[in-house]
């Protein structure tokens, strides 16, 4: 079956700590995105890239990283800089990024900082 | 102000009813519209897909969107419990990074 998978699906961070989240797809999709999920704030565009080893910011990406060496795979890096990391995580991947097409997302990381 | 706003609810209905759920943008650039369906700890999934204005059916599922007063709604018809959800109106227009603009959700309760 074709899809999105991320993983972990709950994600525990101490203070100071640098984790990766992943995501992975096999639809052979171009575009790539990561979005937050906060309570009563909807989604909000972390980072996307429309093509491999091509990767741009979104509307919060401070404290994150990332990286697209492989068409399939587009992982996530929260660092220590980012002071609010306790959040729901969401990678989408969509056909081409220029097309106006739907997007299709994962089932998202649960990161707690603890 | 918000790019696109949207009632957070929580929105409780008895099964059987007609629920409206509403979505206004201030992006005139908007041209492409979507219902994602989210239940609880899981991705979003896509419910509806839309073009500029006017209506689109989908069983039980009706989309709306009114470019001239920048709002969008989607009605569901003979709501069930399974039907409980959060509900987020997204949508893009014709720019570089073609990303979607969400609204923040609305949580809809369908009480059996």
């Not at chain 1, 097409?101 to 089932?107: D, H, I, V």
């Not at chain 2, 943008?25 to 609880?40: E, L, P, T």
């Not at chain 2, 073009?51 to 018809?77: C, H, M, P, W």
Request: glycine share 8%; proline share 4%; net charge neutral.
């Amino acid at each position: 079956d074709g899809g999105i998978t991320q993983s972990p699906k709950y994600l525990f961070r101490k203070e100071g700590q640098n984790v990766t989240l992943s995501c992975e797809q096999n639809l052979n999709h171009d575009a790539m995105y990561w979005y937050r999920q906060d309570p009563g704030q909807g989604l909000r565009l972390i980072y996307y890239s429309q093509i491999v080893n091509d990767f741009q910011k979104g509307d919060i990406a401070e404290g994150y990283s990332v990286s697209r060496e492989k068409k399939e795979s587009f992982p996530l890096t929260v660092t220590s800089a980012q002071k609010n990391p306790t959040a729901f995580y969401l990678c989408a991947s969509k056909e081409r990024a220029v097309m106006n097409t739907e997007a299709f997302f994962g089932q998202g990381t649960r990161l707690t900082v603890v | 102000q918000k790019e696109v706003e949207q009632d957070p609810g929580p929105l409780s209905v008895p099964e059987g009813a007609i629920v409206s759920l509403n979505c206004t943008y201030s992006n005139s650039a908007f041209q492409y519209f979507m219902w994602y369906r989210q239940y609880s700890r899981k991705g979003p999934e896509l419910l509806m897909y839309t073009y500029s204005s006017g209506n689109k059916e989908d069983g039980r599922f009706t989309a709306q969107v009114d470019k001239s007063s920048k709002y969008i709604s989607l009605f569901i018809r003979d709501s069930q419990p399974s039907d409980s959800a959060t509900y987020l109106c997204a949508m893009s227009g014709d720019t570089g990074r073609r990303a979607l603009t969400f609204g923040s959700g609305t949580r809809l309760q369908v009480q059996p």
